[in-house]
């Protein structure tokens, strides 16, 4: 199964901020390996970075998720594995700074990688790395495409998080609900589905 998600990570912003900025709400708390990849979750990473992450390939660019790099240095980043898109973003003072996007359906090549702003002195490096690695494999022939990890490598060499590779030890997710919804789980029209997905 592909992955159609997008994140956001802000250095410096308490949770309980955030969750006040999205009113939202904690519903539970779970390890990695419980959470599903459906809905918005929240966790705190090393170095003072706060991650929201939601079920939309680009759900951290835009509506509440985006507003919350105006609380610090943000980065965000979005995939859609399934057109082999992959984008990424960078923001000083809530304005964009750097943006990064593959799509190699637009361009019409594997090695598609268009810029927009001043990346941070890192990204040379990776964009290289990737490239070689996609000749490597055989080029545009190749059934692989690597450039695709270029904006989620920038972004995890910025806040230490990819989505689908190993988070930090001790990290864990919290699932969020907008405040007052029903919790999914608890569809239906009975009172005590709507006692309880209040609660």
């Given at each position: 199964?592909?992955?159609s ?25 779970c ?46 980043c ?39 702003g ?7 490096a990776?964009a ?6 996609q000749?490597?494999k ?11 990890d270029v ?25 969020l609900r ?9 569809k ?12």
């Amino acid at each position: 199964m592909g992955i159609s998600n997008s994140y956001i990570a802000v250095q410096g912003l308490d949770p309980a901020r955030a969750l006040e900025a999205l009113e939202m709400e904690v519903v539970e708390v779970c390890e990695p390996d419980e959470m599903s990849l459906s809905g918005v979750w929240m966790g705190e990473l090393p170095g003072g970075w706060l991650l929201l992450l939601c079920d939309k390939y680009d759900g951290a660019f835009g509506g509440k998720l985006a507003q919350l790099a105006a609380f610090g240095p943000a980065v965000a980043c979005g995939l859609n594995e399934y057109v082999m898109y992959s984008e990424a973003r960078g923001y000083e003072g809530g304005k964009q700074v750097w943006r990064i996007v593959h799509d190699r359906n637009e361009e019409k090549s594997v090695n598609a990688l268009a810029l927009d702003g001043n990346p941070p002195p890192q990204f040379e490096a990776i964009a290289r790395n990737a490239r070689a690695e996609q000749d490597e494999k055989g080029g545009e022939e190749a059934g692989v495409d690597m450039i695709f990890d270029v904006p989620p490598t920038l972004v995890q060499s910025i806040c230490g998080y990819m989505l689908g590779e190993d988070e930090p030890e001790g990290f864990r997710y919290s699932r969020l609900r907008k405040i007052g919804s029903v919790d999914p789980r608890m569809k239906g029209n009975g009172f005590l589905a709507r006692l309880f997905g209040r609660a």
